[in-house]
């Protein structure tokens, strides 16, 4: 059990471009939670998953955003048509039924 | 509105000395957890301490208490014995539906 693991650490990438993030959560935690952090601020939540099941997106998660879990094991992140506004860590986290994430290292993205 | 409220944008503490950031949440649940993580200038988020909302008794953790007030709404955490390593982001999560709710954080500094 290496925690939850996030790829890549970062990536740069052109206004306009498709970034995809992929994150391993723990592998008997069956909660997988995506956030987006911006610098100095807390996270934010983007959407929820319990096994393959997307429970919740928040309304930050605009149409540009999608997010799977594929037989509820990893998951990706992907962002389309990318925006300077998208720059942020995204971060992933897992937990069993429990009070309480792992959160991974997360993922910085720049928009240029 | 669930929300979570960390009023200190910044502080700083001399080495050995005690601290105490404060937080405030707003809920409608009865029963839920509360939770302090710290996330060091690595970016990795580590949870610190959580606290039961139906358990009178605070939460400790070694260095770490918490004050938690359920009327208030409240949930304090205490450093004791400062430590330079315990200079990171302090962030106060709280229950929100499907998901916890983090608030912008504490910026602490330890000073040596």
């Known amino acids: 059990d290496t925690g939850v693991s996030q790829n890549p650490r970062h990536k740069i990438t052109k206004r306009g471009q498709n970034v995809t993030f992929r994150c391993d959560p723990i592998?008997?935690?069956?909660?997988l939670y995506w956030y987006r952090q911006t610098l100095g601020q807390g996270p934010e939540f983007l959407t929820y998953f319990q096994n393959e099941a997307q429970l919740e997106k928040s309304r930050l998660l605009s149409d540009r955003f999608s997010a799977e879990r594929p037989k509820g094991s990893f998951s990706t992140l992907e962002i389309q048509r990318t925006e300077q506004g998208d720059s942020a860590m995204y971060l992933c986290?897992?937990?069993?039924?429990?009070?309480?994430?792992?959160f991974g290292s997360g993922t910085r993205l720049t928009v240029v | 509105a669930q929300t979570v409220t960390q009023s200190q944008p910044e502080m700083s503490v001399q080495e050995a000395e005690t601290v105490t950031l404060s937080c405030t949440y707003d809920?409608?649940?009865?029963?839920?957890?509360l939770f302090w993580y710290k996330q060091p200038p690595s970016r990795q988020m580590i949870l610190v301490i959580r606290q039961e909302a139906y358990k009178q008794q605070n939460a400790t953790e070694n260095r770490f208490s918490v004050n938690f007030q359920k009327a208030a709404k409240s949930f304090s955490l205490k450093i004791s014995d400062s430590q330079l390593g315990d200079t990171a982001m302090y962030f106060c999560?709280?229950?929100?539906?499907?998901?916890?709710?983090f608030g912008t954080g504490t910026r602490l500094k330890v000073l040596a």
């Open positions: 999560a709280g229950p929100g539906t499907y998901k916890y709710i």
């Open positions: 592998s008997e935690h069956n909660r």
């Open positions: 986290a897992s937990s069993l039924t429990g009070p309480g994430y792992t």
């Open positions: 809920t409608s649940e009865n029963n839920y957890y």
